[in-house]
């Protein structure tokens, strides 16, 4: 108890004092702070009670990157070259041979379909645990290939900042993403501050089997759940069973769980992270075959929402940058 | 802030000094007590960090009565009232006489499949919002048949009592019933301290739509997840990602959460809710309809998990008790 006081006080001191160091003193900041003292302050006609404060947040994206392939993908094709010989009836499968090639432009242009459905066999069989285990041995080895850091290197400084004023100030913080939960539980608490089970994403169906006298949950090769775009609002409601009151995204997939929170009564937040910056990252949004932004933009256009511009409103995007 | 610390300096004064007051000084209560000091004492190898202090505990029979009949069922025969005049096709369906019935035995007799059906079509159709304000108006009306009170007035004060012993122990807790989401979201925050997002139940798919040009989420026919039986394990891995340390039921609907509960490593804690007061609540077991207590008591004896004798290890059972 002591030391969750004494968390919750060191909390309350470091983000009041300077919050959100990594960001700019432009228009996305400013909005940010000045929707988070609205929604705080008692005597504000936009005063909302903590237990409402529920923030939302896409992942690939908007909380670390997502280029040249979404970092789940690199993980999937090895699953599928580890399963390729138990399975020989893929030989001839085309996103079977999309995920093989060295080059993965082919693969961004398959439909999801094909590919779900490899996915799913290559991702199934095993128990949760056994699976877990895979995932986190590839994101101890594996490097991203521009930066040649662990995945994981590859979160927003800003975006951590971000979170950890919300909480600060009372919010509930959610990852809600198109990506599997079981691809994020392994390092998401100590990359964000959120756990496990706070985290929204897409889900194989897992069945309960008995393996050596033992009740083990298996993974089914279906989906159970796609967590991306009008499925977003669908996983929160389910998972949260509250509209949020905050929103944040930066691609077309984000859209419908970003107009659901806005649908609510009273004062609301919702802000789409734009890709201008080559140099310190990646710059794309239109026409990127990986996290495509237009639809949402001209939304974020029309309907005011904040936009990050990450070359102009972040002095910094990586922890490692000097 | 200053409001949250002073509720977790509270809370840990109130619960510290006299835990579990409504429980007999007898073996449940020491065991309940015993676990807890073991696996929140940093000296002990039984130690457990407070993320992973998570607590489950089923809800009808073991937060609140289910007695005569699933509480929930009692509104969804409403429902299925005031659905009936738009199903003339109804009028020859064995489940809907079944549930229009003044004696519910015969619905008591019924397969799960056919009763799903009918109940899954007289709840969808609404908006999420809608359907929510059913259920609280109707829970703000309807009263018990024995006790003549609202259905909310029969939770359980020792259960009470623990969840609240268990969470100013650093423990987080929810619930993992068979009833639906919707039905428990309105009241068990008030009830038993525990919010919505820590509610995992039975789901009927919701669909984004627009009306009048706003986005809803409508409810479907169809039961997207049915948390009972061997769906508990998998809605406890879809929803929280990690085995409980304790587990709480009173049914045969409880038993895989308990095993797979039990079946993880380091010290845990199963505990079974035995109905045998048939003056201050129920008496019922191995041959009830609602509630069945048998292949799981069976388990229960075999592996000592904690059986609690409603008549013996609790000094009262309801609030309202004088």
Redesign the interface.
Known sequence: ?KV??AA??FA?ACCQAQPLPSWSDGEAKARIVTFVQAVTDEKSRDYVA??DRVAVFDNDGTLWAEQPVYFQLAFMAEQIKAAASSHPEWKDNKAFKAFMAPDKSELMKMSHKPLLALVGVANSGMT?EAYDKTIRDWLATARHPRFNRPYTDLVYKPMQELLAYLRAN?F?T?IVSGGS??FM?PWA?VAYGI?????IGS?QE???ETRDG??V?VRGPKF??VDDG?GK??GI??????RPIAAFGNSDGDL?ML??TM?GEGRRLALLVHHDDAEREYAYDRKSRVGRLDEAWDEAKARNWVVVSMKNDWTRVFAFEK
Chains 1, 2 share one sequence.
């Open positions: 108890m969750l006081l919750l006080l309350a903590a237990a949760v009372g509930k959610f939960v079981e539980r608490e756990p496990p089970e706070q985290i889900q897992v069945k309960l033992k009740p949950l159970a759940f009008p609002p669908v409601y389910r998972s949260i069973g509250k419908q107009q659901v649908a």
